[in-house]
């Protein structure tokens, strides 16, 4: 049994969209992003509406970005980190669009990048729309502690990017990057029970889609111009360059990861970005538009997730965690 | 723009599988149902782990009764109504298989056979299971009171079906039942603010994949022996025929609801089942042995959710709601 699925035809990502809050604009790819909030309520009376607002927004402005309407999308594929996905379905709501709801907690992106690659190289369907995002406030309200309770944060912790992220996923011809081929990742769980050290949970997850990807495509390490991890952080980053290593596999030249690249880690955010938000706004904007412009040409974008919920922890589970890999090329 | 996906290949259903608890077991359709618990913990210290453990169960089953082993399997696409769908993703945990985690409440199961039906019929991949189910603790603690409060019912309301079920969808040849199309449903809102009240929020949405369905078919409701919807239960199901009769097609005839067949309504099940277990349940376990023994050769399968969350209605939202329309067709 092989994890990778290969598009014959290369869809295309034809526009994306991305938007930030005022702390992730200050960050080192804070230029590269489209919308840039300098109020993290985006104008809304509770900070789930922003999330909503946000995801609403980018959405939308990734359809225009790609010089179409909505009449010409065939279906969103969206998720997020909220209980139920409402940040997803009451986005969908605003669109008259057919609409698949996903979840895999932060490794979203990739996920919906491969299910809408799928819909389009299968051709039934033009134009899907790939989508998520993330709220500081809101996911440390749910996953952690109210603001108001102003809790010590401890050093292995990330911190939730507030954003979002929409590419067009198209079956469109011209010079776009294409997707060419995606590894579904394996849940993958160590055992890790620290709720705040997703790092350490999701870079084995990584590991495992790292190695099942080259191994089903033959490829190594160097084929790649940038191997992209979602939001491993500083600390998971380094487990996975430490696992790889120990495999005989070494992405110590090409790999960087979007919770190292997001903020300058000047404040409380120790290893990094994390959440949904975190691999999409840097893999739409900066990455993407790094690809547009041929400065990259092969990318490889692994997206990771930790499975867990509050609940979950407090009956005593561990974290189990995957990553979907998804290849992002030029010039094929 | 379409909303529905024709599969030229046509998947098989080469085999399910289904468990429900006690209640269920002595409903209408208890005996069609694989394993029948007569203890609704399954042996478990919580119902979540209960849950997840129904889930495992019939995903293992499902694939025993395809005559296949976990390594045949190409990838499991579940999801459930718990936080963060940790049913699925703890019990995809214990299979050594690919992974894609979904969420759309309770239309989840036809959500899955969609996306599985896209993955096989386009050639990627073989055999991929469809899964999902729910349990009536998990989700009364978790959407509405903790059951040691004993609070009233209104008659509105419906009764969240313990039970899971799961498919296996294949490129298989032979006689089976095949999934021939699948109408992907839209987020549709008529402003239902009463969370007791799922069918009346859920029926609208039915009714726009419906009508979207026959009219990218340009099929008729006579053209099936059976609409199943998943689970409006008895006032949800009066809605839908109200809301179609007045568009001027009549289901009368071939429209079923699992949630109105599952139990005896002797009790306080009020409007029928709920819950992504209830058309799980029913589906792989009487519906599927109908098209087996060619009693029904000719499916619609709608299963139907309700995309809010105890959050979204604490900040005074309405009701979301979605349905997916599967068609399954013997002989083709």
């Not at 035809?9 to 960050?27: D, F, L, M, W, Y």
């Not at 790649?224 to 495999?247: F, P, Q």
């Not at 030249?253 to 970005?273: M, S």
């Amino acid at each position: 049994m092989k994890s990778t699925i290969f598009f014959k035809n290369r869809p295309a990502i034809i526009g994306t969209s991305t938007i930030c809050g005022p702390k992730e604009s200050q960050g080192n790819l804070g230029e590269y992003v489209e919308t840039r909030l300098d109020d993290d309520t985006f104008g809304e009376e509770t900070y789930e509406k922003t999330e909503c607002k946000m995801l609403s927004h980018v959405i939308e402005n990734s359809i225009l970005n790609s010089n179409l309407s909505v009449e010409d999308i065939d279906c969103l594929i969206s998720g997020d980190l909220l209980n139920q996905i409402i940040s997803s379905s009451f986005s969908a709501r605003k669109f008259d669009v057919p609409y698949l709801g996903i979840y895999n907690a932060c490794s979203t992106m990739s996920e919906a990048f491969a299910l809408s690659a799928t819909l389009v190289d299968g051709g039934y369907m033009q134009n899907v729309i790939s989508a998520t995002g993330s709220h500081f406030s809101t996911a440390e309200r749910q996953y952690r502690y109210p603001l108001e309770l102003g809790s010590v944060r401890p050093p292995q912790s990330q911190w939730t990017v507030t954003g979002a992220g929409s590419a067009v996923i198209s079956a469109k011809k011209g010079f776009y990057p294409r997707i060419t081929c995606a590894t579904i990742g394996k849940v993958t769980d160590f055992g890790i029970t620290d709720a705040n050290n997703m790092g350490a949970a999701m870079a084995p997850a990584a590991f495992r889609s790292l190695i099942n990807h080259f191994e089903d495509t033959k490829r190594e390490p160097n084929y790649y111009d940038l191997i992209v991890t979602g939001d491993l952080g500083a600390l998971g980053s380094r487990i996975l360059k430490h696992l790889t290593k120990e495999r005989g596999v070494n992405i110590d030249k090409n790999h960087v990861d979007c919770g190292e690249l997001i903020y300058n880690i000047d404040e409380k955010e120790f290893q990094g970005g994390s959440g949904a938000g975190c691999s999409a706004v840097v893999m739409n904007s900066y990455i993407y538009q790094k690809l547009i412009k041929k400065d990259l040409n092969k990318v490889l974008f692994i997206a990771t997730g930790a499975l867990l919920s509050t609940l979950s922890t407090q009956q005593g589970e561990s974290i189990p965690a995957i990553a979907h890999a998804v290849a992002i090329e030029n010039g094929v």
